[in-house]
T-cell receptor, first 108, second 114 residues
């Protein structure tokens, strides 16, 4: 079992839809969590950190559920430009683990 | 502000040959990471530096891979000899604080071993 698991997708949704991804982690010592976005043949770029109380950045909302050991990303009013792979990260003092990513494709 | 710089961007070598990748982190970032990313997978950490000290190299295949960050700024990752299975993208990232903070990635070096 992978330490950080994501549904690989692809999620194919129409423009304007709301889409959500989950990411589960197995290391209970994980302290910090992030979502990165990666476009095809590009490097990962930080989308947002995930805080314990949940946080929002424009159309993006991230939440953390420590009891069930998962983080989520919600994208509202999706745009064509949101098409990418979304990577979650669970990080402890000694380990930094990326998930394999969830592919999102927004169609017109 | 300049981002993380990596070179070369692409490299094609024959198996058993050596190869080296170079990374210059964002100015002032003391923490530097080298990752390997295979197609369809997330980045896998190879080594993490705090200044010039390698604080986590547990996933670095030390029989053929080596890395250095002599002055605590730029870094070199080397493979000798390369194997077919080493074909991947090698990503360098940096962060301003050690451990669990946001990382900024360079464009990567795409290595093809033939």
């Amino acid at each position: 079992r992978k330490e950080v698991e994501q549904d690989p997708g692809p999620f194919n949704v129409p423009e304007g839809a709301t889409v959500a991804f989950n990411c589960t982690y197995s290391n209970s010592a994980s302290q910090s969590f992030f979502w990165y976005r990666q476009d095809c043949r590009k490097e990962p770029k930080l989308l947002m950190s995930v805080y314990s109380s949940g946080n929002e950045d424009g159309r993006f909302t991230a939440q953390l559920n420590r009891a069930s050991q998962y983080i989520s990303l919600l994208i509202r009013d999706s745009k064509l430009s949101d098409s990418a792979t979304y990577l979650c990260v669970a990080s402890s003092a000694s380990k930094i683990i990326f998930g394999s990513g969830t592919r999102l494709s927004i169609r017109p | 502000e300049a981002g993380v710089v990596q070179s070369p961007r692409y490299k094609i070598i024959e198996k058993k040959q050596p190869v080296a990748f170079w990374c210059n982190p964002i100015s002032g970032h003391n923490t530097l990471y080298w990752y390997l990313q295979n197609l369809g997978q997330g980045p896998e950490l190879l080594i993490r530096y705090e200044n010039e000290e390698a604080v986590d190299d547990s996933q670095l295949p030390k029989d053929r891979f080596s890395a250095e960050r002599l002055k605590g700024v730029d870094s070199t990752l080397k493979i000798q000899p390369a194997e077919l299975g080493d074909s991947a993208v090698y990503l360098c990232a940096s962060s301003s604080h050690p451990g669990t903070t946001e990382q900024y990635f360079g464009p990567g070096t795409r290595l093809t071993v033939t």
